[in-house]
Structure formats: structure tokens, C-alpha cells
């Protein structure tokens, strides 16, 4: 008997304070678990991206956040490749010394891992990116011109004919900000990572097309109690190898109507009601991509030890869940779920049938 591939989404919301998921790629262990107990495990950077660490499966793929709201409403299929031709957008406002040290990463990724990355382009003026932090305690941040970005990622997609779109921005140094200490040693919310969201989601909505941001900083001083889950992002001057692998092999797009991205047939891509489970942290539901699942047979899994900013639980939104402690007992469900057992056939006492109608009584 053929049986659909057991797929399984993977979310963690970034700029939330996830205690895991929250730093430099400290849910891509949970990300390769996951991945042993499905046929196909979707998630998307901030799950994956650990500056110079990456993990590169073959079951799992890399999709932008806009791009798995997309998928998730059922808009948008994904379909597998063998390799992408990777583009690269280099903001203006990047000093020079810092774009070469991006531009050296690049073809080590090139010479020692054979990224197929073709070519890269300067933004034709700086983009002027600005952080903020919303009342909520979550990261957002602002791209001063939008459009220089957008101008960039359309040479290299209609003259270079490249497939996915690697950004880096030059972000804002604040050494002293008592936010970025406090990542630094583990605790609050990643600083950058909500307008790094808002970068890739602007490339992605516009073209159609796999991206993901990396941020230009300055090297910050050395910190002898460093927090492990930050520690990824100490290793060197740039962020960028992630995502570069991320991209070489993310999924393409394929549209149901519209603007035509790709010329792949419909009828070849993952779809939306083909997925079996979405995990994602408790308080974390209010997200586009849950609400479109919940609307589905989709088992919707929910982690309470993974704390973030937010209280947007399954039970505020109406939304039947399977609450876990953790990821390890989500593992437990997915086995569980996957093999068609009731998950309350492994507790210790098993309820009585209930009856549904009122002649019951």
C-alpha cells in the first residue's frame, strides 16, 4: 500500500523570546529530532539558521516565514530541488572591509561546499535599517528604503536568472544595549531578528522567489560567560553561511493562480492538506500559519516549556491542540500519530467511549 509522505511543520516565531528557538540556532537539534520521525519536516530559518552552523538533511525544507503563511493557506505548494543559483544583495550602507569579509564567506561557501552563488549586487543606496521593540517585549524593525531592495533583487532575478535571493543589511552596532546583553547571556529576545523578518518577508511577497536575511554587525568584545544558545553567532564576522545552505536547496514556489513565479505544474508540489502535524511553542498560536492549519485534519502540537513574549494560547483561539511539556514528549505524539495509535492509548487509563448524542442520557 502507498501511503503520502508523513510531513511535519516545525514552528518557531521569531523575535518573540522563544526560550528555545530564540538564539543563534538552538532549535536546529530539535529540527534534526523531528526530522528523524517524519518523511518531510518544513520549517523555516530561524529554526535552522546558525550563523556559520547549519544542518543540511535532505527530508527537511528551508522556507522564508511569508512563504510558509503562503503554503500554509494553501496558496502556495513547495517543490523539492536539487540545487538552486543563489543571488546575493549587499547593502550599500555595508563599510567596505565588512562587505569583503561577506564577500570572502561567500566563495569559501563556493570553493569548500560548492554552492552553486552566482552573482552579487550592491543596493544602490544604503537601506537604512532601524530596530524597535513593541510594548510586548517581541522585535521589529524598519527598512528605510524598501525600494532600493526591491530594485536590487530585480536585476538579479530578471539579468542573472538566479533562483533564491540571500540578503545582508547593515544593521545597527549597540554594544551597550542592555537587550543584546541580556541575548547574549540567554535571556529576553534576539534584538534583530523581527526586522530581519520583515526584510526577507519583503523580497518573498514581491518575487515570489526562496529568501532569507543575514544581518552585517561589528564584530562585538569578547564575553567570557557567553550563553551556549548564543554562542553560534561568536564564531566570525558573518552570518551569512546558513543561510546560503539554507538557500541552495530551499524549495521553489508553485502557484495556483496569479502572477506565474515558476513554470513547475501544480500538480508536483507539497500542499497544505498534506500536512499531518505543526509544532509549535503554547503561547506562540496566533501566527497566519496556525490559524490557516487549525483549519484543517491537521494534528496541531503545542510545547509549554518553550516560553516566549507572547500568551496567544490554543485555548484563547479556539484551537483543539495536543499540549506537551516538551519537545521530547512532541516526539512521543508525532511517533504516536504517525503509526495511527490514540495518544490515549499510552496512558495508564483509557477513558470511556462518550456518547454524542442525548439519547444517551
Same mark, same amino acid.
Given at each position: ?12 516565531? =521569531?523575535?518573540?523570546?522563544? /526560550?528555545?528557538? %530564540?538564539?543563534? *540556532? ?5 529540527? @534534526? &529530532? ?56 549587499l547593502d550599500k550602507g555595508i563599510e567596505q572591509e565588512l ?33 524597535? =521593540?513593541?510594548?510586548?517585549? /517581541?522585535?521589529? %524593525?524598519?527598512? *528605510? ?5 526591491? @530594485? &536590487? ?153 518553550n516560553q516566549t513574549q507572547l500568551q496567544v494560547t490554543p ?47
Amino acid at each position: 500500500m502507498i501511503h503520502s509522505p508523513y510531513t511535519v511543520v516545525l514552528i518557531v516565531p =521569531t523575535g518573540i523570546g522563544a /526560550t528555545i528557538g %530564540g538564539y543563534a *540556532g538552538d532549535a536546529l537539534p530539535i529540527a @534534526r &529530532a523531528v526530522s528523524q520521525v517524519c518523511d518531510l519536516l518544513i520549517t523555516h530559518p530561524n529554526v535552522l539558521n546558525g550563523a556559520q552552523l547549519y544542518w543540511n538533511h535532505p527530508n527537511i525544507f528551508y522556507v522564508e516565514g511569508y512563504g510558509l503563511d503562503r503554503f500554509a493557506q494553501g496558496d502556495w505548494g513547495l517543490q523539492a530541488v536539487h540545487q538552486n543559483r543563489v543571488g546575493l544583495i549587499l547593502d550599500k550602507g555595508i563599510e567596505q572591509e565588512l562587505q569583503i569579509r561577506h564577500l570572502q564567506a561567500v566563495d569559501a561557501t563556493r570553493a569548500t561546499l560548492g554552492l552553486d552563488i552566482t552573482d552579487y549586487i550592491l543596493t544602490d543606496t544604503s537601506l537604512n535599517v532601524e530596530l524597535h =521593540t513593541a510594548t510586548s517585549g /517581541t522585535s521589529w %524593525g524598519t527598512i *528605510g528604503n524598501p525600494d532600493s531592495l526591491l @530594485r &536590487a533583487a530585480e536585476k538579479l532575478i530578471t539579468q542573472a536568472k538566479v533562483q533564491a535571493i540571500a540578503i545582508v543589511a547593515r544593521f545597527p552596532d549597540d554594544i551597550d544595549s542592555l537587550a543584546l546583553d541580556n541575548y547574549r547571556h540567554g535571556q529576553g529576545v534576539d534584538p534583530v531578528a523581527g526586522a530581519e523578518a520583515v526584510i526577507s518577508h519583503l523580497i518573498v511577497r514581491q518575487f515570489g522567489i526562496p529568501a532569507a536575511h543575514a544581518p552585517a554587525l561589528s564584530p562585538l568584545p569578547l564575553e567570557p560567560n557567553l550563553s551556549p544558545r548564543a554562542a553560534a553567532e561568536e564564531l566570525g564576522y558573518t552570518f551569512l553561511p546558513c543561510v546560503l545552505v539554507g538557500l541552495s536547496r530551499a524549495p521553489r514556489f508553485v502557484h495556483k493562480g496569479g502572477i506565474d513565479f515558476t513554470s513547475i505544474p501544480v500538480e508536483y508540489g507539497i500542499w497544505a492538506n498534506q500536512v499531518d502535524a505543526v509544532i509549535i511553542p503554547d503561547t506562540a498560536c496566533g501566527g497566519s500559519a496556525v490559524l490557516s492549519f487549525s483549519q484543517h485534519n491537521t494534528c496541531i502540537i503545542t510545547v509549554t516549556e518553550n516560553q516566549t513574549q507572547l500568551q496567544v494560547t490554543p485555548e484563547s483561539l479556539g484551537i483543539q491542540a495536543i499540549k506537551v511539556n516538551s519537545y521530547l514528549e512532541a516526539l512521543g505524539v508525532l511517533v504516536a500519530h504517525r503509526a495511527g495509535i490514540s495518544i490515549s492509548a499510552l496512558h495508564s487509563t483509557v477513558p470511556s467511549l462518550n456518547c454524542f448524542s442525548k439519547i444517551c442520557d
